[in-house]
């Protein structure tokens, strides 16, 4: 009978704890899944926001493998070539001078190729409307901090200004032609600026769009350094040619200086160069030899001559084109291992291994008019071209 009767009491008590437990046990799950739920959530769009970032970084690390723009024309009338140039969004629209364009990290251009690139939407680079532009107009950048005109009362409010530029990388492009990409990191809504965390590039890129433009009027931009390339005799190589990137420091050189070449910063990107070809857009027709091979050590010889003077180059650093009358050329660098199956190649069909080398030189002159006939007056003419490798 007892044995019954516990075996009765511990059946009643059991579904005593099925009855009520359960609801609670049920109620406290809940409230643990709804809160384990935003943590995550939370959790997973900082790491999105982090992992955006890191890749916009990465992207900007190839930045300088892209074409460096300058920033009179491209605040006056677009970057050069404009109208067909697959890296630049966006460009002046009816006329107008965009000098704050703003972008996120996901917004760029299609490939070089004009294919559509899946992380990349150009029609969502975000940018002021007109009613901002005069507002948000930089009135000086000066290390790394950007002061807009503070003395004109923004049509927006402190949320929506930081929101423009939070979680974006800007382009700033100066009057003397170089530009460099910028990681915003701060924002004063009451002093109107913004600080920067500077990236190692100076170029469009193929994750980033988008180029905070000067104008044209005189805003203070520090540099301090950039890449170039030049070809030598190669290191370990007998009778071979490499085509090399260095990391150089330059600030402010008198004509004919030498930048000052940075230790340990050197790196082949090219080998067994056996010619180098040159596309001078708008200065005549067909493609303009820039580039021949020397018999003497393999040391590739160069001059230019579409212009009727030739301008002879030091082979060993390209840097000093007094004349080229040229507004923006591309180079070709085919090694010895495609050199006598594609003797003469369009533009933009490159095979593997080949290098696209393209710089826009700043010019005397409007740069809206008829920069083509004009001298070319800084010595970065060949100081700051960018290669791209297309692998």
């Known amino acids: 009978m007892r044995t019954n009767s516990t075996k009765t009491l511990g059946l009643k008590f059991r579904r005593g ?13 809940s409230l643990v899944l709804i809160g384990t739920y935003a943590v995550l959530r939370s959790g997973i769009e900082s790491d ?11 992207r900007l690390d190839l930045a300088r493998d892209m074409l460096a723009t300058d920033a009179d ?4 009338s677009g970057t050069p070539n404009s109208t067909v140039d697959p890296w630049i969004c966006p460009k002046p629209w009816n006329g ?4 704050g ?14 294919t559509d690139n899946p992380n990349i ?21 000066t290390g790394d901090t950007i002061d807009f005109q503070s003395d004109l009362a923004l049509p927006i409010n402190e949320d929506d200004y930081v929101a423009m530029f939070e979680n974006r990388f800007l382009r700033i492009t100066s009057p003397n032609g170089f530009s460099q990409f910028a990681e915003v990191v701060a924002v ?8 920067l965390e500077f990236a190692p590039a100076r170029a469009t890129d193929i994750g980033v769009c988008g180029i905070l433009g000067t104008g044209g009027q005189d805003h203070e ?28 420091y330059w600030p402010e050189l008198e004509w004919g200086e030498e930048p000052e070449v940075i230790p340990g910063t050197q790196l082949i990107v090219a080998e067994n160069i056996v010619d180098l070809q040159c596309w001078a857009d708008g200065v005549s027709a067909g493609l303009t030899p820039l580039f021949t091979p020397d018999s003497n050590g393999g040391v590739v010889r160069s001059a230019y001559a579409s212009t009727g003077s030739a301008v002879n180059l030091d082979p060993e650093v390209l840097t000093d084109i007094e004349r080229a009358r040229i507004f923006h050329f591309q180079i070709t660098a085919r090694t010895s291992r495609e050199y006598d199956s594609v003797p003469h190649r369009p533009r933009g069909e490159l095979d593997n291994g080949a290098f696209d080398i393209m710089r826009t030189f700043d010019l005397d002159g409007d740069p809206s008019t008829a920069a083509l006939t004009q001298t070319i007056h800084h010595q970065v003419a060949l100081q700051n071209f960018i290669v791209r490798s297309l692998n």
């Open 121 to 141: 939407f150009p029609d969502e680079c975000i940018f002021q409307g007109a009613a901002l532009l005069d507002e948000l107009a930089p009135d000086s950048i």
């Open 96 to 99: 107008t001078v965009y000098q």
């Open 73 to 76: 024309a491209a605040a006056y």
């Open 17 to 29: 704890i099925t009855l009520t437990e359960l609801m609670v046990a049920a109620l406290l799950s």
């Open 221 to 248: 931009v520090t540099i301090h350094t950039y890449f170039r390339y030049r070809i030598i005799e190669h290191p370990t190589e007998p009778n071979s040619t490499a085509l090399v990137r260095e990391e150089v």
């Open 48 to 58: 999105n926001i982090t992992l955006g970032m890191s890749m916009a970084w990465e």
């Open 101 to 114: 364009l703003m972008v996120r990290e996901t917004d760029s251009a299609p490939t070089w190729a004009g």
């Open 188 to 195: 004063d809504f009451e002093e109107h600026k913004v600080q």
